[in-house]
């Protein structure tokens, strides 16, 4: 009851009053009658906020175990750090990475959790969100003994005042995607039939093979190889009886040379050999002589084709101008002089 209605309820008693004579329990009853009718309806409406409070708290806590529970599902790995890089949230997928109830690792600094070794090399990627800039990268982690890659993002956790108090940390896994892609960069790198090198890659290695030979002044040689007469290969046991050569001749001349050296098919029948670092110039024609009778040996296996010979070119790199084009083309001129001494030989220019 408002103040308005209880003066008019006053006044309606001392009317009734003017009319009757009140006992004093009536007189009471009708004061404390409406004064009742008040605090029932203040109660009601307290009660009422109550509940609806109690509702609100309620679907707030739904909506927050919701959120907790979709974040726990996920497939990646949620945290949150303060400004010292200490966490203070860890979702599930965290514990199931780093083998540990999530709950253990709050507290703990981003360096504990880690290691050395990995702190030293996401430093930047820290300091760098903590001064207020998204960072993503990609990072590997060892898991159950096996090399596991990770997409990671790191989001500034900002205040009301803009001041950055810390950051958030979202990391998926990639790793299926990254072995796709090295298996793709592999294809694009390597002769499907050989499985050496392909041109591409050749002609990526080779200016940089120059620039070492510049760069430390230790000797280098390209060498530069071709089937003799291929053509009549192919000719008389067919194209497939051809691949077999080539296969069998590629693994002959990869055998005949150092781990390190880079061995690539160019095409058809040629092939290139880049020798780096030689002691002494002298030492990449002794290289050569030993590759060229390398690749004339028979085959292993009962194949339609037996034995091949190769000619070969070979140049020289003493750390001068020469560029990586210029001495490709005096391989491929000395490779032509081998062939018109009578193959099964090299020559040099
Ligand atoms: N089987 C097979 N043959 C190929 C492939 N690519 C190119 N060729 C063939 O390789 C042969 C290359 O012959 P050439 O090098 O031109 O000639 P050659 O008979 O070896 O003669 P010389 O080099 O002068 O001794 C051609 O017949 C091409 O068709 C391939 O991938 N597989």
């Avoid at 009660?47 to 909506?63: F, G």
């Avoid at 950055?164 to 990391?171: D, L, M, N």
């Avoid at 497939?240 to 002959?252: I, M, N």
């Avoid at 020798?275 to 085959?299: C, G, H, Y």
Wanted: with cysteine; proline share 3%; net charge neutral.
């Amino acid at each position: 009851m408002d103040r308005c209605g209880l003066s008019l309820h006053i006044s309606n008693i001392a009317y009734a009053g003017r009319m009757a004579v009140l006992t004093l329990p009536e007189a009471i009853l009708l004061l404390a009658l409406p004064l009742a009718a008040a605090g029932v309806t203040l109660f009601a409406r307290q009660r009422r906020a109550l509940r609806e409070c109690q509702l609100a708290v309620a679907a707030h806590q739904r909506a927050e175990a919701r959120m907790r529970e979709i974040i726990d599902s996920l497939p990646a790995r949620i945290s949150q750090f303060d400004r010292q890089e200490r966490v203070l949230y860890a979702n599930r997928y965290c514990g199931v990475v780093y083998r540990c109830d999530p709950a253990d690792l709050v507290g703990k600094t981003i360096r504990e959790v880690r290691g050395d070794k990995a702190y030293a090399t996401i430093k930047t990627y820290i300091d760098r969100v903590l001064a207020g800039e998204h960072v993503s990268y990609e990072h590997a982690l060892e898991r159950d003994g096996e090399l596991r890659h990770y997409q990671q993002d790191y989001v500034p956790d900002v205040d009301a005042a803009g001041r950055v108090q810390g950051f958030y940390s979202v990391s998926f896994e990639i790793t299926d995607r990254q072995r796709a892609a090295e298996v793709l960069d592999r294809l694009t790198r390597t002769d499907p039939l050989t499985g050496l090198m392909n041109r591409r890659e050749f002609e990526q290695r080779l200016p940089e093979a120059v620039a070492r030979c510049r760069r430390f002044g230790k000797p280098m040689a390209l060498l530069f190889l071709d089937v003799d007469h291929f053509k009549a290969v192919n000719d008389t046991f067919g194209h497939a009886t051809g691949d077999e050569v080539l296969k069998a001749f590629a693994h002959q001349l990869a055998g005949a040379v150092r781990q390190t050296d880079t061995v690539a098919r160019l095409a058809g029948d040629e092939f290139v050999v880049i020798l780096e670092a030689l002691t002494r110039a002298d030492e990449a024609a002794l290289v050569a002589q030993k590759i060229v009778q390398a690749v004339n040996q028979p085959f292993d296996g009962a194949a339609a084709v037996r034995q091949v010979s190769a000619s070969a070119g070979l140049a020289l790199h003493d750390g001068g101008e020469s560029t990586a084009e210029q001495l490709l083309a005096r391989a491929d001129a000395a490779l032509y002089d081998a062939k018109a001494a009578g193959r099964n030989t090299f020559c040099v220019r």
